[in-house]
């Protein structure tokens, strides 16, 4: 059977996966009367809770004899270790854009990608149906960018349609709003050519996804580079350098039929295939017929630019909800993640106790805490911290990022003036219609931590923020952090509502009536800068005597509850984020405030 192998990209909330649940549909691949989840491909469970796709997946689809394998990427800049490998197993590529947003960072950064390994995009306008759709300025928007990343004349050369994924047509005619996905089955077809391998070399294979199963154990997936591989033939795992990692045989192979992985008896090259068997080989190795003996060369990763502190949890209520809490647990499962998402490094740090993880952004180790925690863990994160670099003359760098910012007019200001403090520099205003002004800025990561929370509020939740990481820059120097000190419980025991009271003008609170809590733990926002250790605990002295309004009622303002992102952007230096599967607390590194006092101290003379 003839087939094609193609990517969908764009930036998160473009439509992707909600276009690839329209090709499912539309190609009969599920049953008119099955019952299917809308956005089928986020499997995930913190994929359907947050709309966005994490993880990078195959499916296929078969059109008028012609089997078409779809890859369907994530749209966030960090989970961009996922695209880049995925980009070397297909021949083509659909660039969805949205029809008002325009080609934005994340677009950018993987249509790079896609153009430099000599793809031929395919550029589709999604959403046409949109009432503020701006389908001319986009399209010219979409050629600037390609010029900008040096696309040759050919891939300038792209063929257009204009579609709405959630009503399920596509058009060459942008005025067009029914129809079928048929136009688009019928471009990729006549625009991506079939894989053009040897079928009769010696069978290789790299790996660029790595998943596991609780019957088959590692799972393997990748394209066929070349050559035939049928099931129980022996086979080997190379590194990059060529040295052989083990030899083992090809147990099981599944083909991707629709949202199934499906056994099959042989896969011939251009197949994207799984592959069971193998117990130590891992992504970016080539599997191979023991005669080849050089590896398939895979894509170079952007290198982290962010790293947190994974601990074990040493708070007072350690152990009580989670089942996962010591070491050598977070050990193994951190070394788990680290073998299938190749943009995450982990190292142990010398107490053993905790483990340096480094990844592509907040976002990213964000969802692998959050996943975590779901699995029964219990950790101490610390603040994210950037990765600082040198140049060939022994200065220091640091990362930079390339922010846009959709922004009320009213707003812009204060967002403009927010930003320089934080050592950005504006590179582009323009209003973007619609009373909205995109500016765009290169911001060293630093200044950013944190910063998403506070963006949101000076916008009234109305501004939309997108980033991507740019280069290693000229260290910017001192940054200024968080302006507020915080409350700290001075001991351990529920928190009641007469202390709780008063307390409400100190600041914000994060905690409610009968919370547990413990020395050290944050408890709010000071309304100061300073730190103050205050005593949620106190209870009311008993009297014989009774005065008329002495025992009114304590109204409180129901406390400020962060998600574990908004946590992780707040807390200081000297703070962690406890996370248990229940829970989500803040609290000072050193829960003794002699200990406090003292590290303060070695800190100032230092």
């Given at each position: ?26 190609s009969?691949?599920f ?11 986020d ?21 008028n ?14 989970f ?13 590529v659909?660039?969805?854009v ?9 677009t ?27 389908i001319q300025?986009v ?67 790299l790996?660029?996804?790595?998943d ?8 393997l ?11 129980n ?20 192979i ?15 090259a ?10 130590v ?50 050990r193994?499962?951190l070394?788990r ?11 142990e740090?010398?107490?053993k ?23 029964g863990?219990?950790?101490g ?6 990765l ?8 220091k ?48 990561s ?5 910063y998403h ?9 109305t ?9 290693y ?22 928190a ?27 408890i ?30 304590i ?28 829970t ?10 002699n ?12």
């Amino acid at each position: 059977m003839s087939q094609r192998n193609i990517a969908i990209i764009a930036h998160v909330d473009h439509g992707k996966t909600t276009l690839v649940d329209q090709l499912f549909r539309q190609s009969g691949t599920f049953r008119d009367n099955q019952r299917v989840e809308e956005r089928a491909m986020d499997s995930n469970d913190l994929e359907k809770e947050r709309g966005i796709t994490i993880l990078a997946k195959p499916t296929s689809v078969e059109w008028n004899g012609i089997r078409i394998n779809i890859v369907d990427t994530p749209g966030h800049a960090d989970f961009g270790g996922e695209v880049e490998r995925i980009l070397s197993m297909v021949d083509g590529v659909i660039l969805l854009v949205d029809s008002s947003e325009g080609a934005m960072p994340q677009t950018k950064f993987v249509t790079g990608k896609a153009l430099a390994l000599g793809l031929k995009p395919i550029v589709v306008v999604n959403k046409v149906d949109r009432p503020d759709e701006r389908i001319q300025e986009v399209l010219d928007e979409v050629f600037d960018l390609f010029v900008t990343l040096d696309a040759n004349d050919e891939q300038l050369d792209f063929p257009v349609l204009y579609a709405s994924g959630r009503n399920g047509y596509a058009s060459e005619d942008p005025q067009r709003r029914e129809g079928t996905l048929e136009p688009m089955f019928q471009k990729i077809v006549d625009h991506v050519p079939p894989p053009a391998l040897d079928e009769n070399a010696p069978f290789s294979f790299l790996v660029t996804l790595l998943d596991r199963d609780n019957f088959l154990g590692r799972i393997l997936t990748g394209r066929v580079q070349s050559g035939t591989l049928k099931v129980n033939q022996p086979i080997h795992a190379l590194d990059a350098d060529g040295n052989v990692i083990e030899t083992g045989r090809a147990s099981k192979i599944l083909s991707f039929r629709g949202l199934d992985r499906v056994p099959v008896d042989e896969a011939k090259a251009g197949d994207i295939i799984s592959l069971a068997g193998l117990t130590v080989a891992t992504v970016a190795n080539t599997i191979a017929d023991p005669q080849v003996s050089e590896p398939i060369k895979a894509q170079p990763i952007d290198p982290p630019t962010l790293s947190m502190r994974f601990a074990v949890n040493d708070s007072p209520m350690a152990g009580r909800e989670g089942s996962k809490v010591t070491s050598r647990m977070i050990r193994d499962r951190l070394a788990r993640e680290a073998e299938s998402n190749v943009a995450i490094k982990v190292t142990e740090s010398e107490d053993k106790d905790s483990f340096e993880v480094a990844g592509r952004g907040e976002l990213q180790l964000g969802v692998l805490i959050e996943t975590m925690r779901r699995e029964g863990f219990e950790l101490g994160i610390s603040r994210p911290r950037v990765l600082f670099g040198e140049d060939e003359n022994g200065n220091k760098t640091e990362p930079y990022e390339t922010v846009v910012i959709d922004v009320d007019d009213e707003f812009s200001g204060t967002v403009v003036d927010k930003m320089n403090i934080r050592k950005a520099e504006m590179t582009d205003m323009r209003p973007s219609g619609g009373g909205k002004t995109r500016i765009t800025f290169s911001a060293p990561s630093r200044g950013l931590i944190g910063y998403h929370g506070e963006f949101l509020s000076d916008t009234r939740g109305t501004g939309i923020m997108n980033r991507l990481f740019e280069k290693y820059g000229p260290h910017k120097g001192k940054i200024e952090g968080r302006k507020n000190g915080v409350l700290i419980s001075n001991g351990a025991g529920e928190a009641n509502a007469y202390a709780l009271g008063p307390l409400e003008e100190r600041g914000i609170l994060f905690v409610g009536v009968g919370e547990a809590l413990y020395e050290g733990m944050i408890i709010g926002e000071n309304a100061k800068p300073e730190d103050l250790e205050v005593n949620p605990m106190k209870s009311k002295a008993l009297t014989n005597f009774r005065a008329s309004g002495k025992d009114d009622s304590i109204r409180l303002t129901p406390p400020k509850k962060m998600t574990l992102e908004q946590a992780i952007a707040y807390i200081d230096d000297d703070e962690m984020v406890e996370v248990t599967p229940k829970t989500i607390r803040l609290r000072k590194r050193y829960l003794d405030p002699n200990e406090r006092k003292r590290m303060s101290r070695a800190k100032a003379a230092a």
